[in-house]
């Protein structure tokens, strides 16, 4: 098991821990921790189990995986397990955008949590983002009018998402529907779902429990890959007038 060697002594350096330090915390002995990382021994299964617990990490991926690229960032907290979520970066240790393709899209449902599929991603540095971890999502359909279908939405990894904020626009990775971009409304704290909203109203909002929820990068900006002509121009500033004048009734609504 080279991975577990590998591992050990990388997520030790993660802590910044002694190997001293590092047996202190598991109730280990240093020279355990110094015969697995120098593979002059395999760790028993209690072993493995007690580093699982304590870094928070399924077995399989301490076994499967070699996490000696992945940073404390590379791990996405779900419930009381973190699993690995890959980032990929370049020569400089910056952030690259992987660009999920059309074709593919079917299958990042299947991959998303996969560093070989990630890695086998095309990716592109766009220097004007803000920070966080960015992916590139490709649009189908007409149901988030005016983005049309062909388009990119460029969005950022949503850490907790509790953060969400009612009315922005998101991607939505989940178990029954894959990839969707909706605008998505907050009813964690009531209801434990969000509501997915389509700007273009003729498709019906929906709920999703959010035990279904694998992922939500928050829009961070659009790549059209088709030029718009002069009455969809018309058509998407009248879209935004109703949105915003809808946001505006509400308020006064809850008001009154």
């Not at 690259?96 to 070989?116: F, H, M, Q, R, V």
């Not at 969809?232 to 109703?242: A, G």
């Not at 949105?243 to 009734?249: A, G, S, W």
Request: glycine fraction near 4%; include cysteine; aromatic fraction near 10%.
């Amino acid at each position: 098991m080279k991975n577990i060697q590998i591992n050990i002594k990388h997520l030790r350096s993660l802590k910044k821990f002694s190997q001293e330090r590092f047996a202190q915390e598991l109730g280990w002995t240093r020279s355990m921790v110094g015969s697995y990382e120098e593979g002059r021994s395999e760790p028993p299964i209690d072993r493995l189990i007690d580093i699982s617990d304590y870094f928070k990490l399924p077995i399989d991926i301490l076994v499967k995986n070699d996490l000696s690229q992945s940073k404390e960032s590379s791990f996405m907290q779900i419930g009381n397990q973190r699993l690995l979520f890959p980032i990929s970066v370049n020569d400089n240790d910056e952030e690259l955008i992987e660009i999920i393709p059309t074709k593919a899209s079917a299958g990042y449902l299947a991959g998303y949590a996969d560093p070989e599929y990630i890695e086998q991603l095309q990716k592109i540095k766009l220097p004007f983002l803000p920070t966080g971890t960015h992916r590139a999502f490709p649009i189908k359909g007409d149901s988030m009018l005016p983005v049309k279908d062909g388009a990119y939405i460029v969005a950022k990894f949503v850490d907790d998402v509790r953060d969400i904020k009612d009315g922005r626009t998101y991607i939505v990775l989940t178990k029954s529907d894959g990839l969707v971009y909706k605008r998505v409304y907050n009813q964690i704290a009531e209801k434990q779902t969000l509501l997915l909203s389509s700007d273009n109203k003729t498709y019906d909002p929906y709920e999703v429990p959010i035990q279904e929820v694998l992922e939500v990068w928050e829009f961070t900006c659009c790549i059209n890959t088709q030029e718009y002509d002069e009455k969809e121009l018309k058509l998407s500033s009248i879209m935004t007038m109703f949105r915003e004048l809808q946001v505006e009734l509400e308020a006064v609504r809850k008001m009154s």
